[in-house]
């Protein structure tokens, strides 16, 4: 499998992306999305995303801050074949912010793959991944507005051990991958290309 992560520009042109199976986007590719406005026709930041799917003939998925009746909350948009197929939110809220907490993670065949998408605070929580690893899920996809310290890259490293799941990761301004040994590659270009042969792996533990 072919995965590029973009993490600025919005979502607009397919001669940004190179070929790949799904493109995944940071925050900014969608920016915030208002339900009413887009259902109205006031903004087309979903049909754009929906017709770069077609166009570059990849799934899409998009961060972003969608609101609705005047509730935020961090989100991930998904794309593929030129139609929004979901929205997941973020499911936990901490001390106090802003966001409400939404309907949680996500599950979507995407390139012929199973793929589980995590959205900013649900990063933290291990049963998050422990539940997506239980879905059959061949890939984990976590999306990150900023990269406040070094806590991110070492969760994904562990969660693609434990569960024998590779890990892709936008986090602000930089790119991740996390395989099944542990190893980690990072980037900070505007647009990274990883390529995975996307074959889960199990451990043998012994315990006493």
Do not use: W
């Amino acid at each position: 499998m072919r995965l590029c992560v973009v993490y600025e520009g919005q979502i607009k042109s397919p001669s940004v992306l190179p070929r790949c199976d799904i493109a995944v986007f940071g925050f900014e590719g969608l920016g915030e999305i208002d339900y009413e406005s887009e259902i109205s026709g006031k903004t087309d930041a979903l049909e754009e995303a929906a017709r770069l799917s077609r166009l570059a003939r990849c799934a899409v998925v998009g961060g972003c801050v969608t609101c609705g009746r005047g509730l935020l909350r961090k989100s991930a948009c998904v794309f593929d074949n030129g139609k929004l197929i979901g929205i997941c939110d973020m499911a936990h809220v901490l001390d106090g912010e802003k966001f409400k907490a939404g309907c949680g993670v996500g599950v979507y065949n995407l390139g012929g793959y199973k793929v589980g998408i995590v959205v900013e605070n649900d990063l933290l929580f291990p049963e998050v991944f422990k539940t997506l690893s239980h879905c059959g899920c061949n890939l984990f996809l976590v999306l990150l507005s900023t990269l406040c310290d070094g806590m991110p890259p070492q969760l994904i490293r562990s969660y693609s051990y434990l569960y024998g799941i590779p890990t892709v990761m936008c986090a602000g301004k930089t790119a991740y991958f996390a395989d099944t040994t542990g190893a980690i590659a990072t980037s900070k270009q505007a647009v990274t290309l990883f390529e995975s042969d996307m074959k889960n792996d199990y451990h043998l533990v012994s315990t006493r």
